[in-house]
C-alpha cells in the first residue's frame, strides 16, 4: 500500500541541507586571534563525517556468509569557506598550517597543539540543532586556496581537507 498524501503531510518538516553550523568547540593552540563565529558565518558547506563497516567474509562448506567486523571512521572531509578581504579564513588556514609543520626546522608540532574539535550541526527552521557530530582529533591535512581568475567574478572559494581520529553523533545539540 502506497502512503497517502496526509500520511506525508504528517511527517513533518524536512531536513534542509542548508540549515546547519561548523563550530570550532576547540581551536588547534598554534592558532590565535580568530573569530570562531566568523568562520562559522564564512563556511559555504561541510561533508558529513562517515564510518566504514569492514566485513568478515566466512566460507564454510560451499557457502559464503558475511559478519561485521572492524568498524572506523573514514578519517577526512573536506569544509569549504568563502573569504572576505579581511583574511579570516586564510589567516586561520595559514597559523594551522604552519603549526603542524615547520618547513624551516623540519620539526612537526606536538599533537595536542595542532588538534581541534569540530562540532557540525544540522539544524532546524529555528536554528535549533537536530543532530551534532563532534569530530575529534582534528588536523588540517591539506588546504586548496582557491585561485586567481582576472577574468572572473567570483569570491575566493577556500577548501580545508580535515584529518580526524574519531567522531560521535547525536539528536539534538
Known amino acids: 500500500m502506497s502512503p497517502s498524501l496526509n500520511s506525508i503531510r504528517n511527517l513533518g518538516s524536512m531536513q534542509k541541507n542548508y540549515r546547519y553550523r561548523v563550530l570550532f568547540a576547540k581551536m588547534p593552540a598554534v592558532v ?10 564564512l563556511t559555504e558547506s561541510s561533508e558529513i563525517p562517515r564510518r566504514n563497516n569492514q ?21 577526512t572531509l573536506s569544509i569549504t569557506f568563502r573569504e572576505t578581504e579581511t583574511p579570516i579564513v586564510r589567516d586561520f588556514i595559514s597559523q594551522w598550517e604552519e603549526g603542524v609543520y615547520d618547513l624551516q626546522s623540519g620539526v612537526s608540532a606536538d599533537k595536542a597543539g595542532v588538534e581541534a574539535i569540530i562540532l557540525i550541526q544540522q539544524l532546524d527552521s529555528n536554528d535549533n540543532p537536530t543532530m551534532t557530530y563532534r569530530l575529534e582529533g582534528c588536523f588540517l591535512e591539506e ?24 567522531y560521535t553523533s547525536s539528536v539534538g545539540g
Open 55 to 75: 566485513p568478515i567474509e566466512i566460507s564454510l562448506h560451499g557457502h559464503r556468509i558475511k559478519e561485521p567486523g572492524i568498524s572506523t571512521s573514514a578519517g
Open 143 to 166: 588546504a586548496d586556496l582557491g585561485s586567481l581568475e582576472g577574468g572572473s567574478s567570483e569570491t575566493q572559494v577556500v577548501t580545508a581537507t580535515i584529518s580526524y581520529d574519531n
Open 32 to 41: 590565535s586571534g580568530i573569530d570562531v563565529n566568523a568562520l562559522n558565518l
